[in-house]
């Protein structure tokens, strides 16, 4: 597609449950990133990807929150044993370069509900 | 602390009216400064993008400017059009840091009224 693809576009699970989301990339954007949108407030970054690794993954909340990328291509963000407090529209976008340069292009977000 | 501030955070205007959205950082090592426009229920898309050789940059009737002396940044709206109802976000990257590189003011909400 022309753009960054992300699904789902929403998702209401229950507490405790284990969630992956999905982030589809521009073709041969090299960078990735992802981050959480939570209701009023700025983005929080989570990690960001240059290829396949992560060399910062400091923004990930806790150790419930894990991400890989596979192929250079698409990105899984995975929330095991959801909190409330994981509500938020989760964000991921993709550039040509991770230093400088161009812009990043965003996905309109998954939209993450924990009852 | 590597930080973006973003004035008013929310601004009411008539339709066709011009407005300016403030942006002061205190990011080093500099190297651009974005801004985004975020439509309810989006991603951000990006308006402009300034090095720090840049005073002023246009797209269509959005015109940011920077001063790198001041670490400032604005956002000048021209005739206003309810589609311009949005959140608008300032970026700043820098060169060798963490979060690949990039640190994101928490947004100016702006509804335009008809």
């Known amino acids: 597609g022309a753009g960054v693809s992300q699904s789902p576009s929403n998702k209401v699970t229950e507490k405790g449950k284990d969630v992956e989301l999905r982030c589809d990339p521009i073709?041969?954007?090299?960078?990735l990133y992802w981050y959480r949108q939570s209701l009023g407030q700025g983005l929080e970054f989570l990690i960001y990807?240059?290829?396949?690794?992560?060399?910062?993954k400091s923004g990930l909340p806790s150790d419930r929150f894990s991400a890989e990328r596979t192929g250079g291509s698409v990105s899984t963000l995975t929330i095991q044993r959801t909190q409330q407090e994981d509500s938020a529209v989760y964000l991921c976008?993709?550039?040509?370069?991770?230093?400088?340069?161009?812009?990043?292009?965003f996905g309109d977000g998954t939209r993450l509900s924990i009852l | 602390k590597n930080q973006v501030e973003q004035s008013p955070q929310s601004l009411i205007i008539l339709e066709g009216k011009n407005c300016t959205l403030q942006?002061?950082?205190?990011?080093?090592?500099?190297?651009?400064l974005r801004w985004y426009k975020q439509d309810t229920g989006r991603g951000p898309v990006s308006l402009t993008i300034?090095?720090?050789?840049?005073n002023t940059k246009s797209n269509g009737r959005y015109t940011a400017t920077l001063d790198a002396d001041t670490k400032q940044s604005s956002l000048h709206i021209t005739a206003s059009q309810l589609s311009d109802s949005a959140s608008y976000i300032c970026?700043?990257?820098?060169?060798?840091?963490?979060?690949?590189?990039?640190?994101f003011g928490k947004g100016t909400k702006l509804s335009v009224k008809p």
């Open positions: 073709s041969g954007h090299t960078a």
């Open positions: 942006c002061n950082y205190t990011v080093s090592p500099f190297s651009n």
């Open positions: 970026v700043v990257s820098l060169y060798g840091g963490s979060q690949g590189n990039l640190i």
């Open positions: 990807f240059q290829g396949n690794s992560a060399p910062d």
């Open positions: 300034m090095t720090f050789s840049e």
């Open positions: 976008a993709s550039s040509l370069v991770v230093r400088g340069g161009g812009p990043q292009h």
